[in-house]
């Protein structure tokens, strides 16, 4: 398995395990960097130690915080489908590497780690994702 899959199974198995979701964010917002597909992803970690070395590596005024897996389900999903943004996913590595995935892909792998029933298709693979420099994306995700 690639570092990147490792990180993603990584991802949805801690945060079914924690039921919290970490990012990072600023005054300004949280970034959502655009990779080489012209496509923005919201990036979330699994734990506050990934997000802190993830806003140390981005540096300016990030800070960590969290959601909880309710939220981030039930509210956080259709306010990053509006938008259109895919879902990075413990993105890692000195350039902030990783899979991203849309929400439609996350809820699949999160129900199926979670345990829980689907009735959607199977979870399609992630897309490689190179963030590159961080974009502040306000989109009121709290």
């Keep these: 398995m690639s570092q990147s899959g490792a990180q993603a199974a990584a991802f949805f198995r801690d945060v079914a ?3 919290t979701v970490w990012f990072v964010r600023d005054d300004a917002g949280s970034p959502a960097p655009m990779d080489s597909s ?4 919201a990036p979330f970690w699994s ?3 990934r ?6 590596l981005w540096g300016g005024n990030l800070r960590v915080e969290s959601l909880t897996l ?12 509006d938008e259109q943004l895919l879902v990075g996913i413990n993105w890692s590595g000195p350039r902030l590497v990783g899979w991203s995935f849309t929400v439609p892909e996350v809820i699949n792998r ?8 689907s009735a959607g298709p199977a979870p399609a693979s ?3 994702s190179d963030p590159g420099v961080p ?5 009121g995700w709290r």
Excluded: K, M
């Design 17 to 19: 395990r924690e039921r």
């Design 38 to 41: 012209g496509r923005r992803s």
């Design 47 to 49: 734990t506050a130690a």
């Design 51 to 56: 997000a802190r070395r993830a806003a140390e």
């Design 70 to 81: 309710d939220y981030w389900r039930n509210v956080d999903h259709t306010d990053l489908a």
């Design 110 to 117: 999160l129900t199926h780690a979670l345990g829980e029933s």
């Design 126 to 128: 992630g897309q490689a």
């Design 135 to 139: 974009h502040p994306c306000p989109i």
